[in-house]
């Protein structure tokens, strides 16, 4: 699929390919390439023995992972299936009546991470 048709939402999005997006094309790819799968640092930053790189470290809670953790501790759960892969869904506050509330936007969400981030620094 062409980069730009996806951006712009054109109609037939896998013909008639532009200079700009191979380059896009070639510019997602050098990203991937250069991007750490282990820390998800740039690769020549965190592959690197130069002197001049030092590395603070930071530390993220993930809620849904605490969450499942906690689930799989508490007696009486039955143990995961061989093969089995429990993942946590996010889901709205649960309401009396077995519905759920909404949840917040991206937008929320990050600004809740933002402010949180800005008390711990």
């Not at 991937?32 to 282990?38: E, G, P, Q």
């Not at 020549?44 to 993930?62: K, N, P, Q, R």
């Not at 809620?63 to 499942?68: F, K, R």
């Not at 709205?92 to 990050?110: I, M, Y």
């Amino acid at each position: 699929m062409r980069p730009t048709a996806a951006l712009l939402e054109e109609d037939d999005p896998f013909s008639g390919w532009y200079s700009h997006d191979y380059r896009l094309q070639e510019a997602v790819g050098v990203l991937d390439r250069d991007t750490c799968k282990t820390c998800g640092n740039p690769v020549w930053l965190c592959h690197t023995s130069h002197g001049g790189v030092e590395f603070d470290i930071m530390a993220t809670m993930c809620y849904a992972q605490a969450e499942l953790e906690s689930y799989n501790k508490m007696p009486g759960n039955p143990d995961a299936e061989p093969g089995e892969n429990r993942y946590a869904k996010a889901v709205g506050l649960k309401n009396e009546d077995g519905t759920f509330d909404p949840l917040p936007s991206r937008s929320e969400a990050l600004a809740k991470i933002a402010s949180k981030t800005l008390h711990t620094q």
